[in-house]
């Protein structure tokens, strides 16, 4: 994504089961239901990489969103 712009992120949870979208360095925490969609408001970022993880399966469910 660009960097110094807001953005909204779309997620979407394929497992059957809720999951936790978390983010320390994005400083977001949000909570999506099992086959749901949800949407996070990113604030305009500096350039760099901002790990995201599933907080409930935090050992296989990892991403990150870059910004440059
Ligand atoms: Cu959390």
Same mark, same amino acid.
């Given at each position: 994504?660009?960097?110094?712009?807001?953005?909204?992120?779309?997620?979407?949870? &394929?497992?059957?089961?809720?999951?936790?979208?978390?983010?320390?360095?994005?400083? *977001? &925490?949000?909570? *999506?239901?099992?086959?749901? &969609?949800?949407?996070?408001?990113?604030?305009?970022?500096?350039?760099?990489?901002?790990?995201?993880?599933?907080?409930?399966? &935090?050992?296989?469910?990892?991403?990150?969103? *870059?910004?440059?």
């Amino acid at each position: 994504m660009p960097a110094g712009k807001p953005a909204v992120l779309n997620i979407k949870n &394929e497992d059957a089961t809720a999951e936790e979208f978390d983010s320390s360095a994005l400083k *977001i &925490e949000k909570v *999506i239901g099992g086959g749901k &969609e949800g949407s996070v408001r990113l604030r305009p970022l500096d350039p760099g990489n901002y790990p995201f993880m599933g907080e409930y399966h &935090e050992d296989t469910a990892k991403g990150v969103v *870059i910004a440059e």
